[in-house]
């Protein structure tokens, strides 16, 4: 089991790595398009395009699968920090089971999009050039696939003595989440 967590915590950060890229990319080609436009009434090709079907998607959307590990997506947790331990542990594993059947929900559709536009070959027209796009559809249906595993992986350690080897942020917690990533959890 501790196996699996390790492999999951590394896809997660692969795959948060690949969205930072994009950030990176995105900057430099929208500052490269702005710079070369105003000095030399020059345009990057595709910027646009780019921008918003490649970048911002994969930005936004690979990096779910760490926000769940470390446990920072938007929550609110003013009676959850009053409960014991065993109570938080038990209202997480049924939190993340819940999200875990919406994440996998969202996810089928997401994936027949994405086939549909990959067979259709879904592209757009930029100054009379054709971009593919359509690869940035599965950005989407990637990034909620391994939240859904990880939602699940982390029911089953909730629910089970087995230890987990994701080094994600415990949910039965009563520390801050700082402290708690100081001590190496």
């Known amino acids: 089991m501790r196996l699996l967590g390790r492999i999951l915590n590394r896809l997660a950060m692969g795959f948060a790595l690949i969205g930072a890229a994009c950030v990176v990319l995105m900057m430099v ?19 646009q395009a780019l921008v918003t079907r490649w970048y911002m998607v994969a930005a936004a959307f690979m990096p779910l699968g760490l926000t769940e590990i470390l446990d920072r997506h938007i929550s609110v947790e003013v ?21 875990a059947i919406i994440a996998a929900i969202i996810t089928g559709p997401l994936l027949d ?6 067979h259709a070959g879904a592209f757009v027209t930029e100054n009379g050039e054709d971009i593919a796009i359509w690869g940035g559809y ?12 990880i939602l699940l992986y982390r029911v089953i350690v909730l629910c089970t003595p087995l230890q987990s080897g994701m080094g994600e942020v415990p949910l039965d917690r009563a520390d801050d989440v700082r402290d708690a990533m100081r001590e190496g959890v």
């Open 79 to 99: 009676l959850y920090q009053m409960l014991g331990p065993r109570l938080r542990r038990l209202l997480g594993g049924a939190v993340c089971l819940f999200a």
């Open 138 to 149: 599965f950005f989407l249906p990637a990034g909620f696939a391994l939240m859904t595993t």
């Open 113 to 118: 999009e994405a086939m549909k536009k990959y």
């Open 29 to 47: 080609q929208v500052t490269l398009d702005v710079v070369l436009k105003n000095l030399l009434t020059i345009r990057v090709p595709f910027t």
